[in-house]
Each structure stands twice: as structure tokens, then as C-alpha cells.
């Protein structure tokens, strides 16, 4: 099936599933981020994750939701709080496949604001990692979570030994464009936070007004992006990393 559609301004829309798939396809062993060795210091330095990686791990968690959750047919809301690292990423991606919107509340929110947010996105089901952060015990001792999914170790995911099977997902952009897929939220600082819903049209929109060109003599950040490394000091809940998936 053909995953490109051209929009009416004639550019081809994605759906990020299918662009992890065609790249880790074309570049299995092309570096897709580079994470550090140590969880306590850089002094350890950094290992890679291919695209290969990325892919059976957000495959690897796409069967796991499926196993223990079952698939959802409503786009139902799934939360996932963790430590900063690339089960973020892998997380969202695996939801997407499994018909679930991510939802990455921040874990510096008050109970107060975590219950508002849950209750307003009717979020049932909640992952994270064991060890179980400090932040995730009030939100389980205070609102009626279903089912908790505990997401295995980064090193755990990307481990290459044993076959993954592809999750099915064969939607195609005009089909899904508008299906919600990640759920982030407003800062706070004037009440409660408010949930924002973005869609796989909403994200493909923000691909593709990132990777406009520049005016004449100016040259794109992105660019320097594409070209080489950059680190990333957001939070991976925040949207300006989110968005880097």
C-alpha cells in the first residue's frame, strides 16, 4: 500500500510509524540518537540506537500493549511517565501503531493538576518503569488507573538478539490524518494545565514547516540538525522534544 498521499498544496503527507519503517529499511545502521552510557553521569559517554534499534523496540512495545492491553479501536488514552530517556520516543510510536493517543503529562505537575488532566483525557491505563518513579505513586494512590504497563529498560528494548515480528499497521495518511495521536499539555502557569491533542496532520504539518527553505542568504536551524549532532536538553515530555520524534 502507498503511504503518501499529496495534500492539496502538493506535498506528500507521512504517518511516523511508516517513516521510522522506510528509513530503518533503507538505513538499518544509520544512527537515529545517541544516549548515554551511564543514567547518573556523562562520563561514561554515549551509545547509539540505529534505526533497526528503534524500530523492533517499538515493536517489542507495540506487542506488549497489544498482549497485555489489547488494541484500542477509540484512540483511548494511554500516559506514560518515566525517566528522561528514549522510552519517550519508542512509547509513542508503539501507541500510534496500537491505536492509542500517547499522553506525556509532565512529572513536575501537582496531584491536583495530574487528576484534572487524567480525568478530562479519561486516561485508564497508565506506563512506566520499574523501578516505578517517585512521582508516579500519587497518581496511582489517587485516581482508579485500570491497568499499569511496566515498559523494560532502554538497553532491554534495543538488544537485537531474538526476531521481531513487524506490528501490523497499514493505515494510510488520508485515512488517519486525523486521528489524535499524542496528547501534551499547557504549562500551568495561569491555572491548571489543558491538554493539547495533536493529530498525525498537526505533526506532519509541523515536519514539513520545519523543513521549508530558507530565505535567500539565510540558512535553516534544521539544517544544521540534519547535518550533524545536537544535544537535547528538554525533557522528553515537553513539546519541543516530542517533537523530535
Not at 511508516?18 to 556523562?42: G, I, N, Q, T
Not at 512509547?91 to 493538576?113: C, D, E, H, M, Q
Request: net charge neutral; hydrophobic share 35%.
Amino acid at each position: 500500500m502507498d503511504h503518501h498521499i499529496r495534500n492539496s498544496d502538493g506535498e506528500s503527507g507521512q504517518l511516523l510509524p511508516m517513516v521510522l519503517d522506510r528509513r530503518a529499511h533503507s538505513e538499518p545502521d544509520r544512527v537515529w540518537a545517541k544516549f548515554p552510557v551511564s543514567a547518573r553521569s556523562y562520563d561514561q559517554g554515549f551509545r547509539p540506537a540505529t534505526y533497526r534499534q528503534i524500530r523492533n523496540a517499538v515493536n517489542r512495545v507495540a506487542w506488549m500493549l497489544a498482549e497485555t492491553i489489547g488494541a484500542s479501536t477509540q484512540f483511548d488514552t494511554l500516559a506514560y511517565l518515566g525517566p528522561n530517556d528514549l522510552r519517550y520516543h519508542i512509547v509513542v510510536l508503539a501507541a500510534i501503531k496500537t491505536g492509542y493517543k500517547a499522553f506525556l503529562p509532565s512529572p513536575r505537575n501537582s496531584t491536583i493538576a495530574q487528576m484534572d488532566l487524567f480525568s478530562r483525557l479519561e486516561c485508564r491505563v497508565v506506563a512506566t518503569t520499574d523501578p516505578e518513579p517517585p512521582f508516579i505513586s500519587s497518581i496511582l494512590r489517587e485516581y482508579p488507573v485500570q491497568t499499569v504497563v511496566r515498559i523494560p529498560p532502554v538497553e532491554a528494548l534495543l538488544q537485537e538478539s531474538g526476531k521481531v515480528s513487524p506490528y501490523p499497521y497499514d493505515k494510510s495518511f488520508d485515512t488517519a490524518k486525523h486521528d489524535p495521536v499524542l496528547v501534551l499539555h499547557t504549562s500551568g502557569s495561569t491555572g491548571i494545565p489543558k491538554p493539547m491533542v495533536y493529530t498525525n496532520d498537526f505533526l506532519w504539518r509541523i515536519v514539513r514547516a520545519s523543513t521549508l527553505p530558507g530565505p535567500p542568504g539565510t540558512t535553516r536551524v534544521d539544517e544544521y540538525f540534519l547535518r550533524g549532532e545536537f544535544f537535547s536538553f528538554l525533557p522528553a515530555f515537553h513539546v519541543s522534544s516530542s517533537h523530535s520524534t
